[in-house]
């Protein structure tokens, strides 16, 4: 035998042997792993580990070295590079534009102050429960969110339904970055497009904005009365011909005649828009640069795009106070309207307001804490991204109220009658709101790069759910660095393919029903059936005891609670008040053609499709009668546990021959722990 070391790692050893009778003697045993061997026991004195025999057999040998937790093949997926990266991913996949656009909207229309208390009830007791287990989830079995199921392989099709779900969410939503590139690329310009109504796009009805026309009026009215002329019909005059009828603001005219060009409805589709199709593919391009490298890239990205919005926010927040009308704003954003409590429709907005922004049941959470090392403390993630998404939408609302404030001190209208949502409020109040500033195109500038900062960070936690979830599913193909770049920029191309109907004239009624339908029975139905699996199915005390593995400390009794009871319930509700509510939408006054909605509700339907094919596909595979079956794959499969070797044996031990139960005994563990724990 002659072996040759040309490295002293033992893990990076190349030998060179001219005799394979030697390796026949070894039992098949490779010769580095040989010789790592003898270099241990010379390290430790001859005391040398035996490596576990079912590692053996694969011809594996599990690294020792106290120093470090897993061997290198336990994170070849890739790993964040600093646990603030993920932070930050995470913080930053929650908190998106709906903070900004929705949040204040559904403050306004229930009652003000009032709302939070159903909101950050079902934060708390909802939000944060699921957060907390769908980052479990992904840190503990290393994997995306299409193999994660494998702990109850009947319900395996749930992790397509998420990655379909991602996908959906990542073919429409950058539309909206695509909006707010071409808003950002006009507030260079001088005067602001939508500042005025000199355009060739504004109408006979067009008006500068709310703010000029209500002081033309009232300069007519002072006049009139001062001249001592017949008063109230001078009045009834004035707002005749001050207010147009049927006026619209430059904003607004803005908005609809050059940004959109919207045609008449939904069956109009137009031609495709020079400067969407632009804003679309720069927004893609921008996506894929922050993406190509996977985690590694975007966790860099995230310092930026994550804080910045905070920086902005508070910028926004300083000038807003100094506003006349800014504090009364915000005096109607705090004030409680408490009657609006009785009402269960506050409640159900308030609770998928908390589950729509928060991001669970899409499958971005699980995929970013995959790339966690082990022993991460996701508990502390958990609380640490549930609360900046709560808060950070708490924090907006005084951002948003003191504009409005001030928009309504201005115009003498009423908070309320600037009620809006969606791309409404954020690209046509509040630009309008940005011309009564000082400097209106700096503040404009800051504004839009603040929306595309919390879009883009959004967009990357379902577009890697997407992408993980191939490159796990193929790994011969997209495995390894260069691939999943290639993978990555295919995926871009062909959802930005996908995405040209959205800037086309009819964009914006394509957009709003697939936003409307794409998610709105899957996200709480995904919900509900997380914690049946988790909290009953796989059982919370055994999946307490899973984290205890990572963390050292098994789940406290008040997240055992949540799972198997608050949590489920809220959700079932939710989705069951989503069908018995059901309303179609409507966009400015126009009313979808019945085969729209129709298409909607079929892409509603699309998600779900794996989940019943994927367990008949299961069912007919294993062998036994119904009931057999059923208990088979109600349990986990032989792949499912920790990712990291050297706690695999500790998961067996604890798992191994776990005694049958009573059905009240269960229910006692799952929500109240081990009586030995």
């Not at 299409?146 to 339904?161: A, H, N, Q, R």
């Not at 008040?558 to 809220?570: D, E, K, Q, Y």
């Not at 794996?610 to 057999?628: C, E, M, N, S």
């Not at 079956?629 to 109600?634: F, N, S, V, Y």
Request: charged letters at 15%.
């Amino acid at each position: 035998m002659c072996c040759i070391l040309r490295k002293k790692s033992c893990k990076q050893i190349r030998y060179t042997c001219n005799s394979e009778h030697f390796l026949r003697s070894m039992g098949g045993i490779r010769t580095d792993q040989v010789l790592c061997i003898g270099l241990k026991m010379r390290k430790t004195n001859g005391l040398a580990k035996q490596p576990p025999m079912e590692m053996q057999e694969e011809g594996k040998l599990e690294e020792s070295d106290s120093s470090s937790s897993s061997s290198e093949g336990d994170y070849h997926r890739g790993t964040w590079s600093h646990k603030l990266d993920f932070l930050l991913s995470v913080i930053g996949y929650s908190v998106g534009v709906s903070n900004i656009w929705r949040f204040p909207y559904l403050c306004i229309r229930n009652g003000g102050g009032a709302f939070l208390i159903p909101f950050f009830f079902f934060l708390i007791f909802c939000g944060i429960p699921l957060y907390f287990l769908e980052l479990c989830l992904g840190q503990f079995s290393g994997v995306s969110s299409i193999f994660v199921w494998k702990l109850c392989p009947l319900f395996k099709g749930l992790g397509f339904l998420m990655v379909t779900v991602s996908a959906m969410m990542s073919w429409y939503y950058i539309t909206v970055l695509a909006w707010v590139l071409y808003y950002l690329v006009n507030s260079f310009y001088h005067p602001l497009p939508w500042s005025d109504c000199s355009e060739s796009w504004n109408t006979a009805h067009c008006i500068e904005s709310r703010i000029k026309d209500f002081n033309n009026v009232t300069n007519t009215i002072v006049q009139n009365i001062t001249s001592n002329s017949s008063s109230l019909y001078n009045i009834s005059l004035a707002s005749e011909t001050g207010i147009k009828k049927n006026a619209t603001t430059a904003a607004k005219e803005f908005w609809q005649r050059r940004v959109l060009r919207i045609s008449e409805g939904f069956d109009e589709a137009g031609s495709v828009q020079p400067h969407l199709i632009v804003g679309l593919l720069v927004a893609w391009v921008l996506v894929f640069l922050c993406l190509m490298k996977g985690v590694k890239s975007v966790g860099k990205v995230v310092y930026v795009t994550a804080v910045l919005p905070y920086i902005l926010l508070t910028t926004f927040l300083i000038r807003g106070l100094m506003l006349e009308g800014s504090m009364e704003g915000i005096r109607h954003y705090l004030t409680p309207d408490f009657s609006r409590l009785t009402d269960f429709q506050v409640w159900l907005e308030a609770g998928i307001q908390v589950f729509y922004s928060l991001g669970p049941a899409w499958g971005g959470l699980i995929t970013m804490s995959s790339y966690n090392k082990f022993n991460n403390n996701c508990f502390r993630d958990a609380i640490i991204g549930s609360l900046a998404d709560g808060l950070t939408s708490f924090y907006a609302g005084f951002v948003i109220f003191a504009l409005l404030g001030h928009l309504a001190a201005m115009t003498g209208l009423k908070i309320s009658d600037m009620a809006d949502s969606g791309p409404g409020l954020a690209l046509v109040v509040y630009p309008e709101a940005m011309l009564t500033l000082p400097f209106p195109h700096l503040w404009a500038v800051l504004f839009f790069l603040m929306l595309l900062t919390l879009g883009i960070d959004s967009q990357f936690g379902t577009f890697e759910t997407v992408s993980s979830g191939l490159a796990d599913a193929f790994p011969q193909y997209f495995s390894g660095g260069k691939r999943k770049t290639l993978l990555t920029a295919g995926l871009c191309a062909v959802l930005f393919v996908l995405g040209i109907p959205f800037s086309t004239n009819g964009g914006m009624y394509y957009f709003q029903i697939v936003d409307w339908y794409a998610a709105s029975l899957c996200v709480t139905l995904t919900s509900f059936l997380e914690c049946v699996i988790v909290g009953w199915i796989y059982g919370a005390d055994r999946f307490s005891k899973d984290v205890k593995l990572m963390l050292g400390t098994e789940v406290h009794v008040v997240i055992r609670f949540c799972w198997c009871i608050v949590t489920p319930l809220a959700m079932l509700a939710a989705f069951i008040l989503t069908l018995t509510n059901y309303q179609p939408p409507t966009y400015e006054g126009y009313t979808y053609p019945v085969h729209a909605r129709v298409i909607g509700f079929l892409l509603s339907l699309v998600p779900l499709i794996p989940l019943p094919i994927t367990a008949v596909y299961y069912f007919r595979k294993v062998d036994g009668t119904f009931l057999q079956r059923l208990h088979k794959l109600t349990q986990p499969s032989e792949d499912w546990g920790p990712h990291v070797s050297k706690y695999k044996k500790g998961y067996n031990k604890i798992h191994h021959n776990t005694p049958d139960e009573t059905p009240l005994l269960t229910i006692k563990r799952n929500l109240l722990g081990s009586p030995s724990h």
